[in-house]
């Protein structure tokens, strides 16, 4: 079962941080722009696990071309669905996120090939995996942080319009006058 495998890394990354984020499907898709107007691309696209949960995409295969140039990235770690959809292109999905609708779709080719469904259930079990983890946080703190990291604030008590965070532990160079950890 893909959620317990998901589950299974995630407690691997928690025993062993330095671990890195695993490249667990690729593949080309069509990927529409922002607008509901706007044109498919094609992609080839990188799903991380646990502890990025993200899916990059790139305007070519980054492990054949050096010149792949990497174009975007959806953080499922705040997706909140994945549904299937019929689009211009054909059958695909869309991964909602609160701030856009990503809407991404195979060729008729790999969608016989049943690589829509493939796409649809890694990344269903990637979110099941997120809404576990934010259970299992609120059981153990009383409330859930999938994100943290350092944020810079300005005397306001705002972030400033680009804070740069990053994802440190504690203190050390990151801890400089102005930076708040933020959960």
Known sequence: DAS?????????HDLLPHLQPTEIFQGWLWKRGESRTAAFR??????????SYRLLYF???????????????????????????????GPGFEIMTPYRVWVFSPSLEDYQQGELEAWQVRIESMLG??????????????????????VEINEEGTPPKAAKATSGGGGGAEADRGSTWVR
Do not use: F, M
């Open 42 to 51: 094609r992609r080839y696209c990188v799903l991380y696990s646990y502890p």
């Open 59 to 89: 305007d070519a295969d980054p492990h054949s071309n050096k010149r792949a140039s990497c174009k975007g990235a959806v953080d499922l770690n705040i997706a909140t669905a994945v549904t299937g959809v019929h689009t211009k292109r």
């Open 4 to 12: 317990e495998l998901y589950r299974w890394s995630r407690e691997l």
């Open 129 to 150: 995996d997120q809404d576990q983890r934010r259970a299992d946080q609120e059981r153990e703190r009383g409330v859930a942080t999938l994100k943290e990291g350092w």
